[in-house]
C-alpha cells in the first residue's frame, strides 16, 4: 500500500539522504524550513513524526547532536503542556523526553539533522546553516 506521507522525498528511496527534517506538514516554520531544503537541491527525507514518532532514544541522540536541552524544545503554548501542568512541574530530562514522545505537540518544530549535527530550525532560515 502507497504511502502518502513525505516519509521519503526526492525519489530517493536509498536512504542516502543527507538531510532529515523532522516536522509537522502543518506547521508553517516546517513548511518553510522544507521548502528551503528543497531549494538547495541537497537530497533529503521528510519525517512526519506525528506518523512516525520519536523513540525515547532517537529524541535523546538529536538532541544531543543540537547541544539542546529538553527543555530548549519545550513547546509551552500548547495545550498539552497547560493541562499537564508543566510549568508548575520541575522534571528531569528523561521524564520530559517521555512525555516529548508521548504528546508530540510538546516538541518544538522543525528539527533538522544532518550527519553528527542536528538543530531546531526556527526561524526557517537557520536551516540554512546545515545546507
Same mark, same amino acid.
Given at each position: ?15 542516502? !539522504? ?7 506538514? $502543518?506547521? @508553517?516554520?516546517?513548511?518553510?524550513? #522544507?521548502?528551503?531544503? +528543497?531549494? &538547495?537541491?541537497?537530497?533529503?527525507? !521528510? ?7 520519536? $523513540?525515547? @532514544?532517537?529524541?535523546?541522540?538529536? #538532541?544531543?547532536?543540537? +547541544?539542546? &536541552? ?62
Amino acid at each position: 500500500m502507497a504511502s502518502s506521507r513525505m516519509s521519503l522525498a526526492n525519489g530517493r528511496g536509498d536512504g542516502m !539522504a543527507d538531510v532529515k527534517i523532522y516536522q509537522k506538514p $502543518t506547521c @508553517s516554520t516546517c513548511r518553510q524550513a #522544507l521548502q528551503l531544503i +528543497k531549494e &538547495s537541491g541537497k537530497p533529503y527525507t !521528510a519525517v512526519n513524526y506525528y506518523d512516525t514518532p520519536f $523513540t525515547k @532514544s532517537q529524541l535523546k541522540a538529536l #538532541l544531543k547532536k543540537a +547541544k539542546l &536541552s529538553p527543555k530548549d524544545i519545550l513547546r509551552t503554548k500548547e495545550d498539552i503542556y497547560k493541562s499537564l501542568g508543566l510549568a508548575k512541574k520541575e522534571l528531569s530530562d528523561d521524564a520530559l523526553i517521555e512525555l516529548m514522545v508521548e504528546y508530540p505537540d510538546l516538541i518544538q518544530r522543525p528539527i533538522v539533522e544532518k550527519g553528527d549535527r542536528a538543530m531546531l530550525a526556527r526561524p526557517a532560515e537557520t536551516v540554512k546553516q546545515l545546507l
